[in-house]
DNA sequence: CACTAAACGAGACGGTACGTCTCGTCTTGTC
DNA sequence: GACAAGACGAGACGTACCGTCTCGTTTAGTG
């Protein structure tokens, strides 16, 4: 049979309460327990839509990332590749850094769900990227063979930041590490 | 006064106790319980010596950076950086590597331990490629205004591997991104 | 709400550990920690229900205490009196003896608890003896004016006993203080 | 050899110090840790003097009944009885008390203890009072057969006052139970 | 309309780890 | 040798979360 309907409310709720948390007091205060608790609701009502605390944030980020602009298209690379990384990285100046430095923390402690996240919220960014360089290289500008390595030295220096000094990525970041990919791509012979 | 000294013997086999649980069980199968129960210790010996987890890994790790190599220095840029980034990417396959996923863990949690690590233990690793860098620098070969931005694309790619890929850390891996490295820190005009 | 009922077989366990560990080893060897590993329940369950070892003890005397008969009614104030004596003498010797020393020793480290093991225990003996002297003062037989001065000389010398000379409580001693007292009870001009 | 003598400077701050804590803390918060660290002077030179907190107890308690009055001897049993008891009591309202209190719970945690309290401390006070009564027998007036049992109708409700109302031990309390015990002790045929 | 099945709050449960405290012993260097 | 200082193993303290498990109650569909 059907059963009841799960309470969207509590859907919103949760997710609410995990932002609230996450916000005010980092990972280290987000707590399955302290979710329920902060939502008015009950453990099971959190351990029956998240297996844990990874899932939960993983929820959480991907409302924010639903709500993302789309990959630039100018025509330009630089602008493009700027776009992406000012929009990016200023995301991480707020809530979806503290979020992103919460999946990190989950993904240490567990390595399935590190792949997890990289499948399905890194990828996505990954992806934006590729697009942006594969175009470039359609119109002869990125000569450097293997874009795998260019999105590595993006969103590499990101995580770095994101782990040991959060207030780094500022715009002038975004524009120095823009010009020093750019260049390793276009300057392979 | 002076007091009874503490036993290096106790220093040791808490080392050892919680190099062993980290390698064995991961970040989450080490506790300072964990740790003093291994080691025959008791938990006061631990915590006199360590406020928490991080100081314990930081510490470990602490020993392994004092044996590890000097910077190379043979003349040729991409020769000194490739055989360093082989070398630090070789480690982090092997325990190091484990240290610094907790070290990582431990730095998401606290901020305080963030910086301490930056400072401690990562400006180190920076000082080698700043060498390395500068020497590059003298000969003309380096043109890149900003060193800091350059090691940020040696490293940034190496913490985000640990973070969600740390299989990627092969020597392959560390050519092609000495080969990127060196492209962006060469071909501005 | 109701949520999940407590499980009346920790409540027998746990009660059942604290009376096994506080006759075998005595109210030392009675600890929270040791209480919950030998009932084989956790710390919590423990302290969900006791706010501390106090607390337990007085649990665990209060199942004796309402097994205990009822108090004797001969008409004959020295039978009445000397049954009491004895009955409670042979208690103090077994089991609810060393429940009451840990009992003792608790009050004597939290005034607060002093207070309730007075109110909630102590005066549940108390009553059966003025219960006894009221009919024989309804009788003409007790003239002495204050029934609490006679109840004390008849429990002060028990608790007494049970600090410095618990072997002192015999049958005969319920006797020799018994005389004593009604002595003290009807010869008051 | 003879060696460095102790200092009697130490002995005199230990057990100023433990004096110190028990008044103002009571029995929890005399540890012998504290009583090191309050009086300046090493942990090794606290058990050096006394094997553990019980004999500590002991021999402040002693400075106390050193200062003690003689027993009194007027030739007349109700005003040398009332005389010891009130004098007793006071002393229970003031630091003597919290040491017997302290006493008695060590005592309880340690029944070799309370022999050697029992046979030390308490032997004294019962001397007193055996005396008094002895003088009095041979004047006729005791008519008891057993002065033990009429010296624990005295200081049984002291201790039993101790434990669980130390407030009782007043004047008036003296002399009610002074009364009641002397109406046991001579009007047995 | 009754029945069924799942969701819901509440909260108990066994675990595990936390960081602190005191115990009684020991090991230094200094007096 | 006493002494201050303080390390040491041991073990209890009380708290916090974990993830699971009952409870009794509500809320849809389905028959």
Redesign the pocket.
């Known amino acids: 049979?059907?059963?009841?309907?799960?309470?969207?409310?509590?859907?919103d709720?949760i997710r609410q309460a995990a932002l609230d948390l996450i916000t005010e007091q980092g990972y280290r205060?987000?707590?399955?327990?302290?979710?329920?608790?902060r939502?008015?609701?009950?453990?099971?009502?959190?351990?029956?839509?998240y297996?844990?605390?990874g899932e939960v944030i993983l929820d959480v980020l991907a409302v924010y990332a639903r709500t993302r602009l789309p990959t630039p298209d100018t025509g330009d690379l630089r602008e493009d590749l700027l776009t992406l990384l000012e929009e990016t990285f200023a995301a991480q100046r707020g809530v979806p850094g503290a979020l992103n430095q919460a999946l990190a923390a989950e993904a240490l402690q567990a390595p399935a769900f590190a792949q997890r996240v990289s499948s399905e919220l890194i990828a996505a960014r990954r992806d934006a990227v590729r697009q942006i360089l594969g175009r470039a290289r359609d119109r002869g500008q990125v000569t450097h063979p293997d874009d795998e390595v260019l999105i590595d030295l993006v969103f590499g220096p990101m995580w770095y930041a994101l782990l040991f000094d959060a207030g780094k990525l500022t715009d002038a970041y975004a524009a120095a590490l823009t010009d020093a990919v750019i260049t390793a791509a276009t300057h392979v012979p």
């Open positions: 049979m059907t059963g009841r309907p799960r309470d969207p409310a509590v859907d709720a205060g987000m707590s399955m327990e302290g979710i329920a608790a939502s008015g609701v009950s453990k099971q009502a959190v351990y029956r839509r297996p844990g605390k």
